[in-house]
C-alpha cells in the first residue's frame, strides 16, 4: 500500500452517489419522456402532483419551475402588492424576500431563534408593529424551514391568526421535515419548496412546487403558471409567468421520491453521527420539540474567536449565511422589526455548514469529525 496516497477528497453533497443507486430507473423515466416528446405538461406531472399530494397530506400540488416562482405565485395569486407587508425571516436564502419586493411589497425583516435558526415569535409581532407604524397593510408572514428544520408552526399560525395575514410556509430547504407529526406542506395557507439539485429532494435541474389545501388558490395557481390564462388559452385574466416545471424533471423527481423516505432516516443517521462526534466542542443544531429535520444543511457555530476562513482544513466547508438579507446591498432599505436583528447577525459571524447528504459513510464522517475537533486542539 503506497502510505503517501492521498486520502479521496470528500464532496460536500454527492449527487453522483445517489445516481448509481438509482441505476436505470431515471434514465428509464428519461427515455420515456424523451419517447412521448410531451415536453410541457405530459403525464408525469400530474403524476408527479398525485405523488407529492399523498406523500405531504396536502390536498392540492402545482408544481412549478423553481421554489423562487413558487413564492412568487403565491403572493401573485393572493394579490399582494404596493402598499403591503410581508414578514420574512432576515437570516435565510435571498428569494425569500426577494420574491416579496418583485411584487412590490415590502419585505419586513424579523429576527431568528439563535438555537433553531429560525423564525423568532416575539420579533415576528415587533415586526408587524413595525409595519403598522410604518403605514404599511400586513398581508402575509413566510416562515422559512431553515436548513431542514421545522419553524414553529402553531406559535406562527396563532399570530397571523390573530392578525388577519397568511402564512405562506418557504419549505425550500425542508420538504419532508414534520412538525407535531404532519408532514410540511399542511402549515399554514400554503407551502412552497424547491427541488434545486442540492436541495434534500432535488431534480436535475430547476424545479418547484406549492402544496395547500385550498381549491380556489390551487385554481388560482395554476392560471398564474401559465401567463395568467382563463378558461380560453387566449384570454389572460391576470398576470401571471412561464411558471411550468417541465416533463423531464417530473419524470426524475418520480423516481426519487421513491427513495426519499429512506433517504430521510440516511440523514438524520449522519446528523446524530455529527451531534456525537462534535457536541463537545462547538454547538451542533438543536431540534426544537416537536419538530423533524431533513438536515438540508448541518450547519454548526463556532466558538467565538475561531478562524472560521482557516476552518477544518481539506474539508469541504459552506457559510450560510455569510450576510443576512437586511445586510445585504439590494435589501438594506426595507424595514427591520425594532429592537434589530442581533440573532441573524451574530449567527451571519459564527456558522459554518459542513458536508451532509444521504450516502455520507461512517469513514468519511470520521475524517471530518477529526479535521473539526482538530481545529480546536492546542
Ligand atoms: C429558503 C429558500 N427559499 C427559496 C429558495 C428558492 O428556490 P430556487 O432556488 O428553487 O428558486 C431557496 C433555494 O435555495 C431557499 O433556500
Not at 109 to 128: C, H, P, Q, Y
Not at 155 to 182: K, P, T
Not at 343 to 370: C, F, G, W
Given at each position: 500500500?503506497?502510505?503517501?496516497?492521498?486520502?479521496?477528497?470528500?464532496?460536500?453533497?454527492?449527487?453522483?452517489?445517489?445516481?448509481?443507486?438509482?441505476?436505470?430507473?431515471?434514465?428509464?423515466?428519461?427515455?420515456?419522456?424523451?419517447?412521448?416528446?410531451?415536453?410541457?405538461?405530459?403525464?408525469?406531472?400530474?403524476?408527479?402532483?398525485?405523488?407529492?399530494?399523498?406523500?405531504?397530506?396536502?390536498?392540492?400540488?402545482?408544481?412549478?419551475?423553481?421554489?423562487?416562482?413558487?413564492?412568487?405565485?403565491?403572493?401573485?395569486?393572493?394579490?399582494?402588492?404596493?402598499?403591503?407587508?410581508?414578514?420574512?425571516?432576515?437570516?435565510?436564502?435571498?428569494?425569500?424576500?426577494?420574491?416579496?419586493?418583485?411584487?412590490?411589497?415590502?419585505?419586513?425583516?424579523?429576527?431568528?431563534?439563535?438555537?433553531?435558526?429560525?423564525?423568532?415569535?416575539?420579533?415576528?409581532?415587533?415586526?408587524?408593529?413595525?409595519?403598522?407604524?410604518?403605514?404599511?397593510?400586513?398581508?402575509?408572514?413566510?416562515?422559512v424551514d431553515l436548513f431542514g428544520q421545522?419553524?414553529?408552526?402553531?406559535?406562527?399560525?396563532?399570530?397571523?391568526?390573530?392578525?388577519?395575514?397568511?402564512?405562506?410556509?418557504?419549505?425550500?430547504?425542508?420538504?419532508?421535515?414534520?412538525?407535531?407529526?404532519?408532514?410540511?406542506?399542511?402549515?399554514?395557507?400554503?407551502?412552497?419548496?424547491?427541488?434545486?439539485?442540492?436541495?434534500?429532494?432535488?431534480?436535475?435541474?430547476?424545479?418547484?412546487?406549492?402544496?395547500?389545501?385550498?381549491?380556489?388558490?390551487?385554481?388560482?395557481?395554476?392560471?398564474?403558471?401559465?401567463?395568467?390564462?382563463?378558461?380560453?388559452?387566449?384570454?389572460?385574466?391576470?398576470?401571471?409567468?412561464?411558471?411550468?416545471?417541465?416533463?423531464?424533471?417530473?419524470?426524475?423527481?418520480?423516481?426519487?421520491?421513491?427513495?426519499?423516505?429512506?433517504?430521510?432516516?440516511?440523514?438524520?443517521?449522519?446528523?446524530?453521527?455529527?451531534?456525537?462526534?462534535?457536541?463537545?466542542?462547538?454547538?451542533?443544531?438543536?431540534?426544537?420539540?416537536?419538530?423533524?429535520?431533513?438536515?438540508?444543511?448541518?450547519?454548526?457555530?463556532?466558538?467565538?474567536?475561531?478562524?472560521?476562513?482557516?476552518?477544518?482544513?481539506?474539508?469541504?466547508?459552506?457559510?450560510?449565511?455569510?450576510?443576512?438579507?437586511?445586510?445585504?446591498t439590494a435589501y438594506r432599505d426595507f424595514?427591520?422589526?425594532?429592537?434589530?436583528?442581533?440573532?441573524?447577525?451574530?449567527?451571519?459571524?459564527?456558522?459554518?455548514?459542513?458536508?451532509?447528504?444521504?450516502?455520507?459513510?461512517?469513514?468519511?464522517?470520521?475524517?471530518?469529525?477529526?479535521?473539526?475537533?482538530?481545529?480546536?486542539?492546542?
Open positions: 500500500m503506497n502510505q503517501h496516497q492521498r486520502p479521496e477528497p470528500v464532496p460536500f453533497i454527492d449527487i453522483a452517489a445517489q445516481r448509481g443507486r438509482l441505476g436505470k430507473s431515471v434514465d428509464e423515466a428519461v427515455g420515456r419522456v424523451l419517447a412521448h416528446c410531451q415536453f410541457i405538461n405530459g403525464p408525469e406531472v400530474a403524476q408527479l402532483e398525485a405523488d407529492l399530494a399523498a406523500f405531504s397530506g396536502a390536498k392540492h400540488v402545482v408544481t412549478c419551475a423553481s421554489g423562487t416562482d413558487a413564492l412568487l405565485m403565491v403572493l401573485m395569486a393572493k394579490g399582494v402588492g404596493r402598499g403591503d407587508a410581508v414578514l420574512c425571516p432576515s437570516f435565510t436564502f435571498c428569494a425569500t424576500g426577494e420574491a416579496v419586493a418583485l411584487t412590490g411589497a415590502t419585505p419586513v425583516f424579523v429576527d431568528v431563534d439563535e438555537a433553531t435558526f429560525n423564525m423568532d415569535v416575539n420579533s415576528l409581532k415587533r415586526g408587524i408593529a413595525t409595519a403598522k407604524k410604518l403605514g404599511l397593510t400586513p398581508r402575509a408572514v413566510i416562515p421545522s419553524a414553529d408552526h402553531d406559535a406562527i399560525g396563532a399570530i397571523a391568526e390573530s392578525e388577519g395575514i397568511f402564512v405562506l410556509d418557504d419549505a425550500a430547504q425542508a420538504f419532508g421535515a414534520s412538525y407535531n407529526g404532519r408532514r410540511l406542506g399542511t402549515f399554514g395557507l400554503v407551502t412552497a419548496t424547491s427541488f434545486f439539485p442540492a436541495k434534500p429532494l432535488g431534480c436535475f435541474g430547476d424545479g418547484g412546487a406549492i402544496f395547500t389545501d385550498d381549491a380556489d388558490l390551487a385554481e388560482t395557481l395554476r392560471s398564474v403558471r401559465v401567463h395568467g390564462q382563463g378558461s380560453d388559452k387566449y384570454d389572460n385574466i391576470r398576470l401571471g409567468l412561464t411558471g411550468r416545471l417541465d416533463t423531464m424533471q417530473a419524470a426524475v423527481l418520480i423516481e426519487k421520491l421513491k427513495i426519499f423516505e429512506d433517504e430521510i432516516a440516511m440523514r438524520n443517521t449522519v446528523a446524530e453521527r455529527y451531534a456525537q462526534g462534535l457536541g463537545n466542542v462547538v454547538t451542533v443544531p438543536r431540534l426544537a420539540s416537536g419538530c423533524t429535520s431533513v438536515w438540508a444543511q448541518y450547519t454548526i457555530r463556532l466558538p467565538e474567536g475561531s478562524d472560521r476562513d482557516g476552518f477544518a482544513k481539506g474539508i469541504p466547508t459552506a457559510i450560510y449565511y455569510p450576510k443576512s438579507m437586511h445586510q445585504q424595514p427591520v422589526a425594532d429592537g434589530g436583528l442581533p440573532a441573524s447577525e451574530n449567527l451571519s459571524d459564527d456558522v459554518i455548514s459542513l458536508p451532509m447528504h444521504a450516502y455520507l459513510d461512517e469513514p468519511t464522517q470520521a475524517r471530518i469529525i477529526k479535521a473539526v475537533r482538530g481545529a480546536f486542539s492546542t
